[in-house]
């Protein structure tokens, strides 16, 4: 951890990472990810990095039926992401020393304990912040 990490807000001088998974429909998917680094900004953090994971932009092309029921839902039980887009996240959390992550999606306590472990950093939803 950083030395200008302030001890009273988890987020005050922290480096943070933005998160969100998003359904295909969803078109203001940037403009969640704006609100949510306001609230960071607002505690003190620096968002230096955004990662976005669609669901279902690519369905249309596949023939597997009952894609548009699922862009709602998480890729992974245990993750929320796809296998590729943790592995990604969590070289780039370790390589810029992300001090926290902040995920859009509401995220259960087993999500963010496995999460925790393979990025290496504080995992927080947006719903913390408020």
């Given at each position: ?10 987020l ?9 998974l ?62 590729g ?46």
């Amino acid at each position: 951890m950083k030395q200008y990490r302030s001890l009273g807000d988890p987020l005050g001088g922290a480096d943070v990472a933005l998160i969100g998974l998003f359904s295909a429909k969803e078109k203001q998917y940037e403009a969640r990810l704006d609100e949510l680094a306001v609230m960071v900004e607002a505690r003190g953090g620096r968002v230096v990095a955004r990662f976005i994971q669609r669901r279902g932009a690519s369905d249309r092309w596949k023939q597997r039926p009952g894609g548009s029921l699922r862009m709602s839902q998480p890729f992974s039980r245990r993750t929320l992401l796809t296998h590729g887009k943790v592995r990604e996240v969590a070289q780039a959390c370790r390589e810029a020393e992300i001090d926290a992550a902040v995920f859009v999606n509401t995220l259960t306590h087993r999500q963010r304990s496995v999460l925790a472990k393979i990025l290496g950093c504080l995992i927080l939803s947006g719903e913390d912040l408020v």
